[in-house]
């Protein structure tokens, strides 16, 4: 499946085609693979609109995460696609525009957004499985001075994320769940570990059980 190619082309301006935003939203940025998107994408980004009091979420499709097989990886178009069909909130806002300017890597795409949108009050948004490797993206203490991070819980990585060596390297900065919806407007760095109900759905198992399906999907 093919998108037209008017849906990832640079506008006349040298910018790419980004979601709305203007100064003092309160936007959480939720970047990966979407290979594919799934109801636990949805529940993650509801919760952080809910907890954080967030104005948008931005699903920000990637290109590939360097420290992951992108041996299966479906096409970007077919990802967004799937995304926009699947994130069914008008809050939630998909976009690819990483392929667009050419970023590989988060500290690059969160640097060029800020930017665009000095006035925005983004927060970045990952799972606990996540915080656990953080260490190992590049870049990751930038990340961390660069906009306050709120943390999702995950099944089975509760404690392997709060003992991880970016949590411990941070944990001065990591306000408490009662004050998650100041995060936005802290001056990073500033993170919150938020917990409640947890999706087990992941994609890597969506993905084999479409493979498994008779009809490739499920």
């Known amino acids: 499946m093919k998108l037209s ?5 640079i506008r006349p301006s040298g910018l790419p085609r980004l979601p709305r935003a203007a100064p003092g939203m309160r936007i959480g940025l939720y970047g990966g693979s979407f290979n594919p998107a799934h109801a636990g994408h949805r529940h993650v980004s509801r919760m952080a609109l809910k907890r954080l009091g967030l104005d948008r979420v931005w699903w920000i499709v990637t290109p590939g995460n360097p420290l992951k097989d992108t041996g299966e990886l479906a096409t970007t178009a077919m990802r967004v696609e799937e995304a926009r069909r699947v994130s069914d909130d008008p809050r939630i806002d998909v976009t690819a525009f990483e392929e667009d300017i050419g970023a590989r890597y988060t500290v690059d795409t969160l640097a060029y957004l800020k930017r665009r949108y ?3 009050r983004f927060v970045w948004i990952m799972g ?5 490797s953080f260490h ?7 990340i961390a001075r660069m906009m306050p991070m709120a943390v999702i819980d995950r099944p089975g ?4 994320a709060t003992h991880s060596r970016s949590a ?3 944990s001065s900065s990591r306000i408490s769940e009662a004050d998650a ?4 407007g802290l001056a990073p760095p500033a993170w919150v570990f938020l917990h409640g109900p947890r999706s087990h759905l992941s994609s890597t198992q969506l993905r084999q059980s479409r493979r498994t399906s008779p009809t490739g999907r499920r």
Do not use: E
């Not at 606990?128 to 656990?132: F, K, R």
């Not at 190992?136 to 930038?142: P, Y």
């Not at 919806?181 to 936005?184: E, F, G, I, Q, T």
């Open 181 to 184: 919806p100041a995060l936005p």
């Open 118 to 120: 000095p006035g925005v």
């Open 157 to 160: 990585w509760t404690l392997k």
């Open 128 to 132: 606990a499985d996540n915080l656990a």
């Open 168 to 170: 411990s390297a941070l």
């Open 136 to 142: 190992r993206w590049r870049g990751w203490q930038r």
């Open 5 to 9: 190619p008017s849906r990832f082309r």
